[in-house]
């Protein structure tokens, strides 16, 4: 089946400590995405790559990083410097011009 | 900056009436726009698309409306389901943004017996 995977499903973390989202794509997608969800609100982009070894700042990168050392894989990371890391985390893919950006079905990071 | 936003936060529609859900955008330049549906605690599904170059796409049970002029779209859903409860997001883009989406915060799409 292709598609996008993301997990794990639920995530928690201690203060303090870094942690890392997993998101591979097996649709031959060259663009993928990284977006964070708060309760009742819409998506907001973190983070994306067009091409493998590149990637862009989004509209709230502060306290987080990324990867793309292959095409599949995009891992996202929650550095301690995030200070409000609670949230549902999705990562998506596409082709990189005007196309439709499949979801994967989200990690949930809740902070203890 | 740009924002994408929708008007209702909130429609209840009674089963097997046609709902309409609409979003205001702002960057005039946005070429292509997606409305998703999204169902509690997962990612969004792709419902349908429309290209700047058109006024109306339909989909099965679908419909998008681009009004470029006023620079507002609007999803309608007919003879809504019990199923099509979600949240329902339109998302906008330009050519040569690299893709990026930009999202509305949602409306709450709700469907009574």
């Known amino acids: 089946d292709g598609g996008i995977t993301q997990s794990p499903k639920y995530l928690f973390r201690k203060e303090g400590q870094n942690v890392t989202l997993s998101c591979e794509q097996n649709?031959?997608?060259?663009?993928m995405y990284w977006y964070r969800q708060d309760p009742g609100q819409g998506l907001r982009l973190i983070y994306y790559?067009?091409?493998?070894?590149?990637?862009q700042k989004g509209d709230i990168a502060e306290g987080y990083s990324v990867s793309r050392e292959k095409k599949e894989s995009f891992p996202l990371t929650v550095t301690s410097a995030q200070k409000n890391p609670t949230a549902f985390y999705l990562c998506?893919?596409?082709?990189?011009?005007?196309?439709?950006?499949?979801f994967g079905q989200g990690t949930r990071l809740t902070v203890v | 900056g740009e924002s994408v936003g929708l008007h209702l936060p909130t429609l209840s529609v009674q089963e097997g009436d046609n709902s309409i859900i609409n979003c205001a955008y702002s960057?005039?330049?946005?070429?292509?726009f997606i409305w998703y549906k999204q169902e509690s605690g997962k990612g969004p599904q792709f419902i349908i698309d429309i290209r700047s170059n058109m006024d109306k796409r339909q989909g099965q049970r679908v419909t998008v409306l681009l009004n470029k002029t006023v620079k507002h779209l609007s999803l309608q859903i007919a003879a809504t389901q019990p199923g099509d409860s979600a949240v329902y997001f339109c998302?906008?883009?330009?050519?040569?943004?690299?893709?990026?989406?930009?999202f509305g915060t949602g409306t709450q799409l709700k469907v009574e017996l």
């Open positions: 998506a893919s596409s082709w990189t011009r005007n196309t439709e950006a499949f």
């Open positions: 790559s067009q091409i493998v070894n590149d990637f």
């Open positions: 649709l031959n997608h060259d663009a």
């Open positions: 960057n005039s330049a946005s070429d292509y």
């Open positions: 998302a906008e883009t330009l050519t040569g943004g690299g893709n990026k989406l930009t």
